[in-house]
């Protein structure tokens, strides 16, 4: 996704898709590749994505951005079907209660927010800012 | 030595002079070294070695910093400004901060080395000069003629000879004679320990040293491959490797920093678009505050530091992987003799039958116990001491040509013969129940009637609530012989013991008791001291089959154990603790060796691994979390400058856009310095739920981790934002 972004901000070919310069520019680059990745392929209405650039490197981001998860995540499971259960005891944490669950949801989080907030901030957060 | 019970399978009373294994449950920590200027230095070559590339390339963490350290000093060189030298210099200084805390943690196992390779330099030895094979212990072996050959030379089998003052040249079993052995060398205990020929207290160690007396050795290992040799190798961390937990963490380590270079190599074309194109300084700054720095430079220290508490327990781990386990140990199987109780019993009351006085049972026993040294034999004395002031004058009668009738494992009875007045003979016998019956039966006499019932009826009680019963019996001239009753032998658990294993419990880790006492009396002591579960009647075979049905159910086991019939039971448990005093075959077949041989020492073996774990998780958290502050530091300086609206993300009020970033620079490499002691120290521990240690440890390290570098770098950036020119 960032990868994809960066490219279409520094080749003409992506340039030249964009309506706005600017901050805004970059938001409706960056929300079409997490777009295409992540969910349902939606872009803004100020980029034009039907060119063969932006429908290749988009059609690659929805690729890699649902088979690489889906792949990691049965490797996970195989690596955790294949280890034998331990029985709980106070020794073990368990999986159900906030604490597991928050500090999950925690480390995803910052992992992710670390990741992409130069971006971001780049984009969404000047256009809101300013 | 005679013992009046069947044969105690223990190391049995500990002396006198002996290092206090038995009794403290806690033995004192042996002072902890605090970091010192001298330690650093001497840890700085090695540092500075450690930078090599090569080397350097396994962390690639480091090895990113170190590439990011290359390249701005190169900028630094062809375009020198103040802000990218002090960035240079600043990633240089993280580079060395890391391998310096490997350094350091290195270098207190190395001064242990050093000083034991100097225990070993030039020892010469007194070879009993006849060969090898014919020599027989206690045959007068230090009469013969001895010669001079350098310990280098030793072979397994040579008999030596050390006396007083001299240097035992090599790993053997004492064959002949007692002397009392300074093993601080190896130990750190200066206290003189007893080692005799026979038993448990045979083994010696090369390169400890003999205080008084003579005793002849028989060397046991090949010199280059004796206990030291491979300490010395254990603490220098030559033979450390990985283990998998450090690997696994070195992988979520390497990806995110594989994350982070992908996240600040695509934010040049966002930065350029938007018009605020950025120097690679500054890129490879952040780069370097966003990876995982501290963890990274601190994940060796941690492990190193781990197996050094351990070391200064007098705990030598074979293997990292070890001490790990140790940290996630579920089920710990204790033996109860001199683990959980001292490895003797005590006599604590007496139980007359048959109409005999308290009295003259007491007299009885005392006087069958006078000359007898075992700590039972010496507990009856004390206690009918205590309570009979008459007694005592049973000690005359015990020198007037009394015979001593040793304990055997045949007749498992031992007593005293003493003559009357009147030329008659006086039997005095304790024992066994069974042994001293058959002995009462074989002289004619009986045990019948009320006698018998109350009899039978004191020696179930005595079994029922943990303790041991002897019976004592009296034999006057040729008359049958007659019973006077029983003695109760106490089990004495030892004290803290139920504190601990409640904690043990409070973490989620099983005790189960070994014992070969039978049900009943193994589950009365396993009660007085809180122990979860009990295997009574134990074999070596039972044992084994115990561990594997628990490593079925996915549990992790520990052990500790001393005899050869253990080292099945030790090499199959995931963390088996050999004694020191133990065979050669269970220090083989276990992953740990205690040199101190108290086997209590479990318990904060299984401390010290949790300790290393929770001390990597906290670090990583702490590292991760440290990043949040540093982007609010680095952001708003990167753009702020083109993008003003960005100003609102300073939240710290950083002086200046350079400043910010050096600062946050320079505060991840100081936090390196900082940590390290901690990395060393270990965090906190104390016995609690899973649960209860990770909510507690997130709250300091995660949240803490959030905050601290706010405060840190404002800090730092309030004193670089003095530099002139920034």
């Not at chain 1, 070919?13 to 309506?19: C, E, H, K, R, V």
């Not at chain 2, 505050?289 to 430079?297: D, F, H, K, N, S």
């Amino acid at each position: 996704m960032l990868v994809g972004t960066a490219l279409s901000v520094v080749l003409p070919d992506g340039l030249a898709g964009q309506q706005e310069g600017g901050p805004h520019g970059l938001s409706e680059v960056l929300y079409a590749f997490a777009s295409a990745g992540n969910n349902n392929g939606s872009a803004f209405a100020g980029l034009s994505v039907g060119t063969p650039y932006y429908n290749t490197l988009l059609g690659l981001a929805m690729l890699v951005g649902r088979f690489v998860p889906i792949a990691l995540v049965l490797a996970l499971a195989g690596r955790l079907a294949s280890q034998r259960a331990v029985p709980a005891s106070a020794g073990t944490l368990p999986t159900h209660q906030p604490l597991f669950v928050g500090l999950l949801a925690t480390v995803a989080l910052v992992v992710v927010g670390l990741t992409f907030i130069p971006a971001l901030s780049l984009g969404p957060v000047v256009e809101s800012l300013s | 030595m005679s013992t009046p019970l069947a044969p105690v399978t223990r190391p049995s009373a500990p002396h006198p002079s002996a290092p206090p294994t038995g009794g403290g449950v806690t033995p004192p920590e042996r002072t902890a070294r605090a970091l010192t200027w001298a330690q650093v230095r001497s840890a700085l070559p090695s540092a500075l070695r450690k930078l090599d590339p090569r080397e350097l390339s396994r962390s690639p963490v480091l090895f990113v910093v170190e590439l990011g350290a290359v390249a701005t000093t190169a900028l630094a060189a062809t375009d020198p400004d103040l802000f990218s030298v002090s960035i240079a210099v600043w990633l240089w200084a993280t580079v060395v901060f890391a391998t310096l805390a490997e350094s350091v943690a290195e270098s207190r196992g190395k001064a242990q080395a050093s000083s034991l390779r100097a225990s070993q330099k030039g020892t010469s030895a007194r070879r009993v000069a006849a060969p090898a094979g014919t020599l027989d212990g206690g045959t007068g072996l230090h009469l013969l003629p001895t010669v001079e050959v350098p310990s280098s030379r030793l072979q397994v089998g040579d008999v030596v000879v050390v006396e007083a003052g001299g240097t035992i040249p090599g790993d053997g079993d004492v064959i002949e004679g007692v002397a009392s052995v300074d093993e601080s060398a190896i130990t750190g205990e200066s206290a003189p320990v007893i080692r005799e020929s026979g038993g448990d207290r045979s083994a010696v160690t090369g390169g400890t040293t003999v205080l008084s007396d003579r005793i002849v050795v028989r060397i046991t290992a090949p010199a280059g491959h004796t206990f030291v040799d491979r300490m010395i190798a254990l603490v220098e961390g030559s033979e450390r490797q990985r283990t998998p937990n450090e690997i696994a963490l070195n992988v979520l380590l390497t990806s995110l920093t594989i994350v982070f270079v992908l996240a600040v190599a695509t934010l040049q074309p966002f930065a350029a678009y938007s018009g605020a194109k950025q120097s690679l300084v500054v890129l490879v700054a952040l780069l370097v505050c966003l990876i995982p720095t501290t963890i990274g430079a601190l994940l060796s220290a941690i492990g190193i530091a781990g197996m050094d508490r351990l070391v200064r327990r007098n705990v030598l781990a074979m293997s990292g992987r070890a001490v790990e386990a140790a940290g996630d140990v579920d089920v710990l199987l204790l033996d109860k003799t001199g683990t959980i109780t001292h490895g003797n019993r005590f006599a604590t009351e007496v139980l007359p039958v048959g109409g005999v006085g308290a009295l003259e049972l007491a007299r009885a026993a005392r006087l069958a116990s006078v000359a007898d040294e075992t700590p039972e034999g010496r507990s009856i004395v004390e206690l009918v001491d205590g309570m009979d002031d008459g007694a005592r004058d049973g000690r005359e009668d015990a020198a007037r040509g009394a015979q001593l009738i040793p304990f055997t494992a045949q007749t498992r009875m031992s007593g005293v013969d003493l003559p009357l007045p009147d030329g008659a003979v006086r039997r005095l016998r304790k024992g066994a129940g069974s042994a001293v019956q058959r002995w009462v039966a074989s002289t004619g006499g009986s045990v019948t009637g009320a006698g018998a019932d109350e009899l039978a009826a004191h020696v179930e009680t005595v079994s029922v609530q943990g303790g041991t019963p002897l019976v004592v019996a009296e034999q006057v001239g040729d008359a049958p012989a007659r019973v006077l009753g029983v003695v109760r032998l106490k089990d004495v658990v030892k004290d803290g013991l139920r504190e601990r294993f409640d904690q043990l419990r409070a973490m989620g880790i099983r005790s189960v008791m070994v014992t070969g006492d039978n049900a009943t009396t193994a589950r009365a002591i396993a009660q007085e001291a809180g122990v979860d579960d009990v295997l009574a009647e134990a074999t070596p075979e039972d044992k084994l089959a115990l561990i594997r049905r628990e490593q079925e159910g996915g549990r992790l086991v520990a052990m500790a154990g001393d005899g050869t019939n253990d080292a099945p039971a030790l090499a199959q448990s995931d963390v088996g603790v050999a004694m020191n005093t133990g065979t050669t075959a269970a220090k083989e077949a276990g992953n740990m060796v205690d040199l101190d041989s108290n086997p209590t020492k479990l318990l904060e073996i299984v401390e010290i691994g949790k300790q290393l774990l929770i001390t990597r998780g906290a670090l990583t958290t702490f590292s991760v979390a440290n990043d949040v502050a540093k982007y609010f530091a680095i952001l708003p300086a990167m753009f702020a400058g083109v993008l003003p609206a960005l100003g609102v993300l300073d939240v710290m009020r950083l002086s200046s856009p350079e400043s910010a970033i050096l600062s946050a620079v320079i505060f991840n490499a100081l936090i390196i310095v900082v940590l390290v002691p901690l990395a060393l120290r270990g965090v906190r521990y104390r016995p609690a739920s899973a649960s209860a240690l990770l909510r507690r440890n997130l709250l300091v390290y995660g949240v803490g981790g959030l905050i601290a570098p706010f405060v840190g770098i404002k800090l730092v950036d309030l004193l670089v934002s003095l530099l002139p020119g920034l």
